[in-house]
Structure formats: C-alpha cells, structure tokens
C-alpha cells in the first residue's frame, strides 16, 4: 500500500538508528540511550541522506574554493557545480532557467528580499498585501513590518471552521487595491493545502503578484511554477533532505529583472566606480558576497535523491501516513486534532491533549524516544485563533512509517494515563 520503501530508503540515514534519552552533552554515547529515536519532527527539519553528506564531503575535500571570480582549476570546478546546482533545482520545481532561482539561507531570507527589494520601493499608502490567517512568522512578520515603513495595508484571508482557506473570501478580498498576494502552500500547523493556483489566477486578474512560501509543499509533493503561475516561490534545503544555510528563492524572470538588488557587495556587481556601481546578470545580482557553495551542491544531490525517489510517491507516502495518524489519534475523545480531515492533508497532524500543556506532551513523547515539536510552530495569531497557546506537531518524511505512528499513538496513550 505506502509506495516508499521505507527499508531501502532508512540505510541511506545512519541517525534513525539511534538510540535516544542519554546525556545531551555526549550524544549517544549516555548509559540512558536506550529508546530507539522515532523522528517525526520534520517539518522542523528532515533528516540527511549519505548521497547529501557525500556531495559535502566531495566538496571540502575535492574542491572547495570560491566561485564566479576564480581563473584557476578549482575555482572553476566549484563554479561550474555551484552554477548547475541552479539548474537543477531550477528544472526540479519547472522554472525557465537559473535566472530564476536565486540561493539564499531559507525560506525567511527570501521572503525578506522579496520584500525588501519589491516591497520597500514598490508599496505605498493604498496598497494592500493579503495573507491567509495561517501564514508562518516568516511570511507574516515580514510583511506586516514592510507595510508598516510603507502605508501598505495588511489583510487577512479567513481560515474556515474546517481549517480550510475561505475562497469567497479571498475573492472578497483581493481587488485593485491588492498589490501582493502571499500565501503558504502547505499549512506548517494545520497540513492545509492551499488552492495556490486559485489565489494565483485571483491575484493575477487584479495585476497583484502571488508569493508562495512553499517550505512545507516543495519537499512534499511535486510543485511546478508554471502550473500554479507562482511569480514568486520560497523554500528551504534543510526540510527536503538538504543541509541547513540553504534556501530558494524562484522569481519570473522579468519581475527580478526589474527588481533592485537586496544586498550589496561583492559577487552582485558588473562594475563599480566610486560613484556609482551596476548589477550582474540574475540570479547573481541577488546573492551578493561569497555565496552558499557547499550547501547549493548539497542541495542539487538532495533534489537528485527526492526525485529518484519520485515526488509523486513522496506525495503519497505523505498522504497514507497523515491520514494514519489522523484516523489513530481520532481514536482518543480527549485529543483534538486541528485542521482539516486526515485524508485532505500534507503529511502532518498537530493536536493537543485535553488539559495538558504541548510542552508537557512532549517530553513525555520525549521519554518515549519519539521526537515532534510542541509550541506555536511560528503560526502565533493562528493558535490564538484556535484559542490555545501551542499544540503538539507530528510531521513526517520518506523515512517514516506507520509502525512510528504507532509508537506515537502509544506514546501520547500513555500521557493520557498519566494525567488522567
Ligand atoms: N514557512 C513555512 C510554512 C514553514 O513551515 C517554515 C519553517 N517552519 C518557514 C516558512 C521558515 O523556514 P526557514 O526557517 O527555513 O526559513
């Protein structure tokens, strides 16, 4: 039935057959490391494949140097590497071309740049960017202050009872006076699936642009820019198998065109006088200074290793395993499971226990060798929509499988035993 095989795929990731619950200070080497670790945290952060450490050990130990502005053999090596690292991502998510894909930390950074760089010269008094009520801290703080230092005004699209985005709303919301239409994909907190397209084709009859924060739907499921008509798409290597320090920002090509860069400096220059100074040619223009060489390779090999895999059947395996959880919590009266129903969901489930605090969840689950993530997930004005303060948040990957979900089921059974 799971498409994955979940066997196959857990050699290539020596860390899931830890044992957890020793002393922190000597991972895993702790006399109480007994519980074998079940990782279900990885909307937080996946786990790294061997193909993904070695194209980084390749790297430091073959050719590590810089890029763009080196003649000699190894500088050229990194460059060509780093530069079809674009490429391949640039094909991964059905973008045009390199000129597209711009290297930057993570999802954040991009939505800051994009925000910076359009929003600062482009917002002003009368302008209007929507969100939806359920718009990570990344994408909501961000905007939010770019409106304050221009006038822009913020809305917000209603999140239904069902934890499904209110499309009458949103075609409410959205007229001439939208500029910016910026949306998660995938909802970190209530594993909605945004009609992006929908939004897209709204924002686009209005002459807005739509900005997707994919951080949770790229490493999840095929995501292709031209079938959404992203103008903008955001994502981050370390929740798709990649290292941390890298995320992507796509942008069409004619819209970063016309945009200014975000940072100055180095490597982002044609030339420079001491007056004035232009730009290089995208993506370039916008990754000014030594730019994310290691991690950029090490994210071609993570979207090589996905699409091995083939994200259709990540999609699936997602799907099967959220609905699993889904029907196994449901199971308990106590629990509330928010968002909507298990089998219309990206692959997470957050919940709370009645009357006991994620945190306190947690380190039970903890106690259990099972690792999730309890707080507000950096959806703070969602919880409080919800009218709690955190939940507790079971994500899962191409190396989980249900035998964990069980394990979490019996973990969170035993909470309920314990503060019954
Ligand atoms: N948006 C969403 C939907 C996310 O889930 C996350 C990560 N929790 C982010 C943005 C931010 O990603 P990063 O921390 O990698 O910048």
């Given at each position: ?49 061997k193909p993904v450490v070695e194209s980084i050990v390749d790297y430091y130990y073959g050719y590590n140097s ?8 190894l500088?050229?090596e990194a460059?060509?590497a ?211 060489i290691a991690?950029?390779i090490a994210?071609h090999a ?119």
């Amino acid at each position: 039935q799971y498409p994955i095989d979940v066997d196959a795929i857990r050699e290539d990731f020596p860390i899931l057959d830890r044992q957890v619950g020793g002393d922190i200070e000597t991972p895993g080497e702790g006399p109480d490391d007994t519980r074998p670790l079940v990782y279900l945290d990885n909307a937080a952060t996946s786990q790294t494949p061997k193909p993904v450490v070695e194209s980084i050990v390749d790297y430091y130990y073959g050719y590590n140097s810089n890029v763009h502005r080196g003649i000699h053999h190894l500088s050229q090596e990194a460059s060509v590497a780093y530069e079809a690292a674009h490429d391949r991502v640039a094909e991964f998510i059905g973008a045009e071309g390199r000129e597209e894909i711009v290297f930057t930390k993570n999802t954040t950074e991009a939505l800051n740049l994009v925000a910076y760089a359009w929003g600062l010269a482009e917002l002003g008094p009368g302008d209007t960017v929507v969100l939806t009520e359920m718009e990570h801290h990344a994408s909501l703080v961000t905007w939010q202050q770019i409106a304050k230092k221009t006038g822009a005004s913020v809305e917000y699209i209603r999140v239904d009872d069902d934890g499904r985005l209110d499309m009458e709303h949103a075609a409410e919301l959205i007229d001439d006076s939208t500029a910016m239409v910026s949306s998660v994909h995938v909802s970190n907190t209530l594993g909605t699936v945004v009609p992006v397209s929908d939004l897209a084709d709204l924002a686009h009859e209005h002459d807005a642009y739509v900005f997707v924060d994919g951080a949770q739907s790229v490493p999840t499921r095929p995501v292709d820019v031209g079938e959404i008509d992203a103008d903008f798409l955001a994502f981050s290597g370390h929740k798709m198998l990649g290292p941390t320090g890298i995320g992507v920002l796509y942008g069409k090509e004619h819209i970063l065109e016309a945009m200014q860069p975000y940072l100055y400096g180095g490597e982002m220059i044609r030339s420079v006088t001491y007056e004035d100074s232009t730009w290089e040619d995208l993506p370039w223009k916008f990754e000014a200074g030594t730019p994310v060489i290691a991690q950029g390779i090490a994210l071609h090999a993570a979207v090589d290793y996905l699409d091995e895999i083939g994200m259709d059947r990540v999609q699936e395996h997602e799907e099967l395993l959220a609905e699993y959880a889904y029907d196994r919590l449901s199971e308990f009266d106590d629990v509330e499971i928010y968002g909507p129903p298990g089998d219309d969901r990206g692959g997470l489930v957050a919940f709370n226990l009645d009357g006991v605090h994620a945190h306190d969840l947690s380190s039970i689950l903890n106690d259990h060798g099972v690792a999730i993530r309890a707080g507000d997930h950096c959806t703070q004005p969602l919880h409080d929509k919800l009218g709690v303060a955190a939940s507790t948040r079971a994500s899962f990957y191409v190396y989980n499988e249900k035998s964990e979900i069980d394990a979490l089921v019996d973990a969170v059974d035993d909470a309920r035993q314990l503060f019954a």
